[in-house]
Structures are given as C-alpha cells and as structure tokens.
C-alpha cells in the first residue's frame, strides 16, 4: 500500500512570494491533516479536512495560508505572501477514522525555507 | 489545552545500551502515540497506548502508559544505530481520537 506522498520534497523561496505544496493521501483515507513543523519543536496542526469539507483550521493563520481538499482527496496548502518565520517542514498526514484506533499516517514533508 | 512534556530533550547513548525516554501529560491521556523521525523527514508511527496500565512491544522497544494515563514511558533495549532519530509522543487532547498535540521530541543518538 502506498504511503501519503507529497510534493516538492524542497523549496527555498524569498519573502514575500508565494509556495505551494501538494499532499496524496493513502488511498481510502478520509481524513487530512497538515501539519507545520518548526525547528526543534513538535508538529503543530495547521488544519484538518474530512473528505472535503474542513473540520478544525483555527490555528491556520488564515491571512496569509490557505488550503483545499477537492473532491476529498488530494490537498493544496499554499502561503501567499511568505514570512521568514514560515521556515518549517510541513507535513501531511491521513487516516481513515474508526473509533479509537485513529492513528494518523505522514508523509516525507516539505521543507520549506524562506529568505 | 494540552501539553506534553518529554525528558530528556536529547540521549546520547553507546550501542547496546537501554535507555528510556519519557513524555508527561498535563491532562488525561485518551490515546497516546510514539512516533519515530529521521532528520528532516516525516514520521513514522510506532504505537498507540489507551488503557491505563497497558504496555505494547515491538522488535526492542516497549513503550508503557502508566495507570493515571498521564504519563508514558518509550525503552529501548539493547541500542543500534538504526534506533537513532527523533521520538515525538503525541495525545489527543479531546478524547475524540481525530487530532493529536505532539511533544517536543527526544534526539537519540547512539554511537557505534
């Protein structure tokens, strides 16, 4: 069974332009989250999508990230414009949820690194 | 909210040693999950704890969730270099089993 996979592995950008990442979840799973990772510290959930539709995206600082699920699948998080402290690796991770055995599965991430 | 606290930051051991890595809930634990990360990479799942008491083993390492369920417990037996990374304890901090709140993680090192 393949893995969630996500795309680029790398990006280095300047302030204020924008990124793109893109996340294919394992096949079947339902739910998606991402994820931003800072240096040193443990991944913090940016938002999380139920087939489609959004569960929890209060800590998605929504002025300058956004992020899509269409069709309940694939995913998108962009960041328009980029700030020196989005430097992170940003992970996608998904699950297919059943009561109490809900274990979250990652990809590689994006590490992203803004100048 | 929920807060996990892990000890020690950082373990540098020799190969073949055991050693134990902690994380600590400021709440009760509904669901406690060990993650493994190589540098750099995503996380690879290890196990999930539930009930108070419960104690789960997988090739060396064993991890424990105490009675209370506010603290767990990750030991490795017998250390290889393969076993050095990042372990991060995550917990779902509403019982819901839907989102998880991550420690900061342990930095094991284990030298040949």
């Known amino acids: 069974e393949a893995g969630v996979a996500q795309s680029p592995r790398y990006k280095i950008i300047e302030k204020r332009q924008s990124v793109a990442f893109w996340c294919n979840p394992i096949?079947?799973?339902?739910?998606l989250y991402w994820y931003q990772q800072i240096l040193g510290q443990g991944p913090k959930l940016l938002i999380q999508?139920?087939?489609?539709?959004?569960?929890?995206d209060s800590q998605l600082p929504k002025d300058r990230f956004s992020a899509e699920r269409l069709k309940g699948v694939d995913s998108t998080l962009k960041i328009q414009p980029a700030k020196l402290e989005d430097s992170a690796v940003y992970l996608c991770?998904?699950?297919?949820?059943?009561?109490?055995?809900?274990?979250?599965?990652f990809g590689p991430g994006t590490r992203l690194t803004v100048l | 909210s929920q807060e996990l606290e892990q000890s020690p930051q950082s373990l540098i051991v020799q190969e073949g040693k055991n050693l134990t890595i902690n994380c600590t809930s400021s709440?009760?634990?509904?669901?406690l999950y060990w993650y493994k990360q190589k540098y750099g990479e995503g996380l690879i799942f290890l196990m999930m704890l539930q009930k108070g008491g419960e104690e789960k083993s997988h090739e060396k390492i064993t991890a424990k969730l105490d009675e209370k369920k506010q603290q767990s417990s990750l030991h490795i037996t017998a250390s290889q270099p393969s076993h050095a990374g990042i372990y991060l304890c995550g917990a779902d901090p509403s019982g819901s089993a839907r989102q998880l709140t991550f420690g900061s993680g342990t930095q094991l090192t284990v030298l040949p």
């Open positions: 991770a998904s699950s297919s949820p059943r009561l109490f055995t809900d274990t979250q599965y």
């Open positions: 096949s079947g799973h339902a739910t």
């Open positions: 999508f139920q087939n489609n539709g959004v569960v929890d």
């Open positions: 709440k009760t634990l509904y669901g």
